[in-house]
Structures are given as structure tokens and as C-alpha cells.
């Protein structure tokens, strides 16, 4: 069965989050939502619903094929350059990758695992793989301070993949 690809808003008491899911039809969203919110620790006050798959066109179907026709339920995100990622499963919880590259230039990469960081990271650079670069990975929660740390959370538990940005207003994700 060929899946379909959804916006998902969740309306929480404090925030409200908007992600993708990938599922065969609407109604199978509220477990997957339910359950990734007992483990996060989070319940929702209302969800919006609205297929997405039907409408999206050029660049922004990039991998959505191939995501469709895997038939694996879960949570996904767009990366730029990349297409279509999916979370790991069962809890879609990403991650937070510090990349230091040997010219001493780091940045922030949420994303579901190593592999996914490093393409994002690469990606945000203009980097065509001809080129031989080296970097290493750190722990991204090392060295934010007591705000940063509380503000990541949403990121890491409802999130996009992409390379994240901490300015005064909070974070942001590819812009």
C-alpha cells in the first residue's frame, strides 16, 4: 500500500508544532501521535490534519517517492538538497550533532542519526563530495548553556532535520 505524507499540527498547552507524518490515511496519525507524546512527555490539546503529498511539486518531492512506497509509518522532515528523511522509529526523537570541521568551523546539526547530520552538514556547505574534507563529531548538547539546552527540546522531540541556529529569538532550523 502506497503511503500518503501529512501535516500534522499539534496543538499543545504552551506551543504548537508542526510535522510531517508519513502513514496510508489520516486516521492511523493519532497513535503514532499519541504514542511519541507518552514518551516525550507531552500531551496534545488539538491536531490539525492535512495531506501534503498531492500538492508538493519539483525540488519538494525530492525522495517523496521512494518514502511513499517503503511503506514505514512514522515521522519525516524535508532537508534541502537531500529530499525526504525519515525518523528513526519507535520514538521519532532526533538528535543534536556539533560537526567541527579541520578549518575550525563548527555548526549544529539536528537530525535522526550520523549519517543524516553529516549529509545535512555537507549540503549547508555547498559541498559536492568531489572534495575531500575531514570533521569530526561532538556532542551538540556539550557546550550550550542552561536556555539553549531547555530550548532545543521541542526541536529534538518535533522537529526538522537541517542545521540549527541559536540567536536571541531561540532556535531555528535551515533558515
Known sequence: MRMKLFLVTIEMADDRHPVTI???????????????????????????????????????????????DTGLVGFTSFAEGLGWVQHIAPVHRLKLYRIEAQDGSQAHVVAPNKDIAAAVWAQSRGLSGDEPIHFRFADGMADLNDEQRDGIRALLDFGSIGVATWTDDGWSVGD
Open 22 to 68: 508519513v502513514a496510508p490515511h489520516a486516521e492511523g496519525l493519532m497513535e503514532l501521535v499519541r504514542a511519541h507524546l507518552a514518551e516525550v512527555g507531552g500531551t496534545f490539546v488539538e491536531l490539525s490534519v492535512m495531506r501534503i503529498d498531492n500538492t508538493l511539486s519539483g525540488d519538494a518531492r525530492l525522495g517523496l517517492d521512494q518514502l511513499l
